[in-house]
């Protein structure tokens, strides 16, 4: 019997001395793929317990961002920050030593905190603001997390000075030189030991302050507090405990940070779906212990550990889909921003729902259609040409009131206080506006299934193209599309979509674990959407020699 959303146990739990003491120990052998510096969508991650996030890693790929970043000219201060990973302490400070030890001006947390992924992006945008492009003076910035990985994992994301993450040029570049430094034996990596290193040769950036005193400028705090919404926000032991603890303080907030707990081992969480320990606010598993609780506030939300993800929670529906939500943010802040751009378009990846395209269609606004990872809304958000980038996946940011750039990351902050505006103005939760929405385009059945893939597998699946599918109908609707290429920009997908008037399926291979995504959604109800699934397994299986 699955154990699913059942509270963690005392065997689930890592060892963290062991995790730590692994990260030091354990040497990679570059020869072995799995060992290797690898970018997936987001950084590189990996365990030390595998010997695939150790310290060797975080020193060859330190020193290769520091070349990178001279290579481009950068020469301005680099933020870093971490979330509360085990692994996430022990490998800011090999990132500080080598940092240093380059001479590079390195900005850290002013409370040695930890740092969300959005408020390292507002701090990359705030400094930069104002100066130009190829300016040589700009900032950009390391954040040491594997998001919402399992507490094993660590993680090592750059963002350029346009304060999102990292293109495949860069991170391909950072990921070769990285492996290279480790076959050589680490002989060009300069290093300084972190205890002899002046507290003087840190800069210091009050991280959290820079994010929350700017929050006015792109959410409506003020109707939050006037309709006194009652939020629970629950950071599932991730690095936004303390800045949600300051919003409702500042801004006079009815707001309860239900658990405050940070604890390494994650012991308060209830398992995800394949019974691992992971703080994904967007699966029902993960998220169970707060949706036990729906009825004690008006809106509840969860983060992921770094805070790039949103769940939220509403009395009347529980967990939303998150597909559910981005259709309802979208909607709302299309119609309730009157500072931003006419002609901005709207950014969807094409494993998002349907009811997307006739919202978009319905507000007549352009639909910017992209691939798998939000890297690819951060030059419309930076021009104001794309107002709202997000990912079913429960990635999202959008422009502040006056249509200027906020973040290039996705905020899972942003996307909860968000919910809590749309009941203050409208009256009705989230969940009750997409009743609406559903009412007026078609009932969506939607679901991603994770499935296990070797490094094998999913490069064959990353493979695929239209004419492994040779169908012309879809469970009885005729295709329209085979995608091995998203609409809205050309890039590869990295995988295959299929769709029809009515339904589409996508797959995918993890960037970031060892498992492929199968995406399906019709419009024409449960059983309809079975029948896709069906047809879609047929071609992965196929793919995969199954």
Known sequence: MSRAGQPAESSDLIDVDELIAAYYDRKPDAAVAAQRVAFGTSGHRGSSLSTSFNEDHILATTQAIVEYRAAQGITGPLFLGRDTH?????????????????????RVDSRDAWVPTPALSHAILAYNHGRAEGDPGRADGIVVTPSHNPPRDGGFKYNPPHGGPADTDATGWIADRANALIEGGLADVKRVRHADIDADALGEYDFREGYVADLASIIDVEAIARAGVRIGADPLGGASVEYWALIGERYGLDLTVVNPEVDPTWKFMTLDWDEKIRMDPSSPSAMASLVSRRDEFDILT??????????????????????????????????????????????????????????????????????????????????????????????????????????????????????????????????????????????????????????????????????????????GDPVTAKLSHAPGNGAAIGGLKVQTEFAWFAARPSGTEDVYKLYAESLKGPEHLAEVQEQARAVVDAALGS
């Open 86 to 106: 085990g692994l996430s302490l022990p490998a800011e400070r090999t990132a500080i030593e080598v940092l240093v030890a380059n001479g590079v001006d390195v």
């Open 302 to 475: 969860g983060n992921d550990a770094d805070a790039d993800r949103h769940g939220i929670v509403t009395p009347d529906a529980g967990l939303m889909n998150p597909n559910h939500f981005l259709a309802v943010a979208i909607d709302y802040l299309y119609r309730h921003r009157e500072g931003w751009p006419a002609d901005a378009a709207i950014g969807k990846t094409l494993v998002s729902s349907m009811i997307i395209d006739r919202v978009a269609a319905s507000l007549g606004r352009t639909l910017l259609e992209v691939p798998v990872g939000f890297k690819w809304f951060v030059p419309g958000l930076l021009d104001g040409s794309v107002a709202f980038g997000g990912e079913e996946s429960a990635g999202a940011s959008f422009l502040r009131k006056d249509g200027t750039v906020w973040t290039t990351d996705k905020d899972g902050i942003l996307l909860c206080l968000l919910a809590a505006e749309i009941l203050a103005v409208t009256g009705k939760t989230p969940s009750q506006r997409y009743a609406e929405l559903e009412a007026e385009y078609g009932s969506s059945a939607y679901q991603r299934v994770d499935a296990p893939a070797s490094p094998e597998q999913k490069a064959a699946l990353s493979k695929l193209s239209g004419d492994a599918v040779s169908a012309s109908e879809l469970a």
